[in-house]
């Protein structure tokens, strides 16, 4: 486990995703549950952490080491007789917050605002570098995003707090966000739509690998037991009609007269 003995990253990994999750913009669900993915990538920060996975995770449950979770399926679980944190809504919370928006969902929270996505709650921190930091775990270049959360509040909108500069929150109206300015290259660049993919109608519609378009003369040829004109032959050129040869024979005569 590179310079980690287990022993050591078992206490590292349970003082990041269990005792002060918050410092690294992570935070557990109602139920006792993380995606594993975030704290994948939250240790990717970290190049001394970068070489965790799953399996690393397993082995140090294999070697009964002391851990307050453990890995179920792609989620980290608080294990039994562990409490699960508890984010208490904050009564007055910071006057700005901010979000780092992956560049492929900008426009759509322009048009409607931000949401949890995947999970109950959204990570807003009060530090933009927090917030950045969050961001580009989703996207290397993402847009920040500034909320009112004070008017937010205000207007009954509940913020909880999960770290010393993080929040959390179930939606932010579009009237409480404030955009970044943009350059018109780049809204246009962000707001291009994607190439337009085929539709299951258009994909029915497409001849299936290996099948060929079928023809009158391909009925003929089965009716007849001879091929129709134009239909190809194994060697790839257009067979001709009957009597070809014939007007073929004529055609040399009269070149051998006329010599």
Same mark, same amino acid.
């Given at each position: 486990?590179?310079?980690?003995? &287990? ?13 002060? &999750? ?22 990717? $920060?970290?190049?001394?952490?970068? @070489? ?25 679980? =608080? ?10 809504? /904050? ?10 928006? &992956?560049?492929?969902?900008?426009? @759509?929270? +322009? ?5 949890? /996505? ?15 930091? =969050? ?33 959390? %929150? ?14 018109? *290259?780049?809204?246009? +660049? ?23 378009? %079928? ?5 003929? +040829? ?24 014939? $007007?073929?024979?004529?055609?040399? *005569? ?6």
């Amino acid at each position: 486990m590179a310079h980690y003995l &287990p022993k050591t990253l078992a206490k590292t990994l349970s003082s990041i995703a269990y005792h002060a &999750p918050g410092e690294y913009g992570l935070f557990w669900d109602q139920d006792g549950t993380m995606p594993w993915k975030e704290l994948y990538w939250a240790l990717q $920060e970290d190049h001394e952490l970068r @070489f965790v996975r799953q399996s690393h995770l397993r082995e140090l449950t294999l070697l009964e080491l002391e851990m307050p979770f453990e890995l179920d399926g792609n989620l980290l679980r =608080i294990r039994k007789g562990r409490s699960v944190p508890d984010y208490p809504t /904050s009564e007055q919370p910071p006057a700005r917050l901010f979000y780092a928006c &992956p560049r492929k969902r900008y426009e @759509f929270v +322009q048009q409607n605002g931000l949401a949890a /996505s995947g999970r109950r709650f959204l990570a807003l921190a009060s530090n933009p570098n927090l917030a950045l930091r =969050i961001g580009n775990r989703r996207d290397p270049g993402p847009l920040m995003l500034e909320v009112n959360s004070r008017l937010a509040a205000s207007e009954g909108v509940s913020f909880r707090v999960a770290g010393p500069e993080l929040f959390l %929150v179930e939606s932010i109206a579009l009237k409480h966000l404030q955009f970044p300015r943009l350059r018109e *290259d780049d809204l246009l +660049q962000l707001t291009a739509r994607k190439k337009e993919q085929p539709t299951a109608k258009t994909l029915a519609e497409m001849p299936a690998p290996g099948s060929f378009m %079928v023809n009158p003369e391909h009925f003929q +040829q089965a009716v007849t037991g001879k091929p129709g004109i134009g239909v190809t032959g194994k060697a790839g050129k257009g067979r001709r009609g009957p009597g070809w040869k014939r $007007e073929a024979r004529k055609g040399r *005569d009269r070149h051998k007269r006329s010599i």
